[in-house]
T-cell receptor, first 110, second 110 residues
């Protein structure tokens, strides 16, 4: 069966520090991969999605970037965090249809 | 512009008091309408996918229905463990991207 791993679960980072969040998927090949952000009391905002290795589409202009170095690995990065980057970050995968989500990373930028 | 709107934002029910959550959508070429349940601090958990108007799906106390413009999540005789935020999302025909509503926060009291 397919599983998705996302870490860390929580992260507190100072403004201006770098960020790296990692997501890996097991039990499937060539999935579509997604990064979402969920602000408090708001819906999920799609940040990036990828249909294959090295193929990244950005949905909104922001201080973040994404990379897919391997088929089942998706990384969310920032060179310098802003206060506004705080939120709940979710990785997801799909083959066709419903997204399956990881457990999320709560990022607090202080 | 593709859009998904959920109502109400919050709903308080007595245990056993049935009700419905609404999800209205405007998507050019709907591939599917998805319902998720999200508990605090966790990733969304997939519930249902509906593909065509008139389709219905059930799971325990939950039943999802779909028309050409909206979807309903009916909750029959809810229990406190049904308390969560319920999210709906519309999938666009040509992509695997989902457009999420902001959710309905359901609280069921004993």
């Amino acid at each position: 069966s397919q599983t998705i791993h996302q870490w860390p679960a929580t992260l507190v980072q100072p403004v201006g520090s770098p960020l790296s969040l990692e997501c890996t998927v097991e039990g499937t090949s060539n999935p579509n991969l997604y990064w979402y952000r969920q602000a408090a009391g708001r819906g999920l905002q799609l940040l990036f999605y990828s249909v294959g290795i090295g193929q990244i589409s950005s949905e909104v202009p922001q201080n973040l970037s994404a990379s897919r170095p391997q088929d089942r690995q998706f990384i969310l990065s920032s060179k310098k965090l802003l206060l506004s980057d705080s939120g709940f970050y979710l990785c997801a995968w799909s083959l066709a249809g419903a997204n399956t989500f990881g457990s999320g990373t709560r990022l607090t930028v202080v | 512009e593709d859009q998904v709107t959920q109502s109400p934002e919050a709903l308080r029910l007595q245990e056993g008091e049935s009700s419905s959550l609404n999800c209205s959508y405007t998507v050019s070429g709907l591939r599917g309408l998805f319902w998720y349940r999200q508990d605090p601090g966790k990733g969304p958990e997939f519930l249902f996918t509906l593909y065509s108007a008139g389709e219905e799906k059930e799971k325990e106390r939950l039943k999802a229905t779909l028309t050409k413009k909206e979807s309903f999540l009916h909750i029959t005789a809810p229990k406190p463990e049904d308390s969560a935020t319920y999210l709906c999302a519309a999938g666009h025909y040509n992509t695997d991207k989902l457009i999420f509503g902001t959710g309905t926060r359901l609280q069921v009291f004993p």
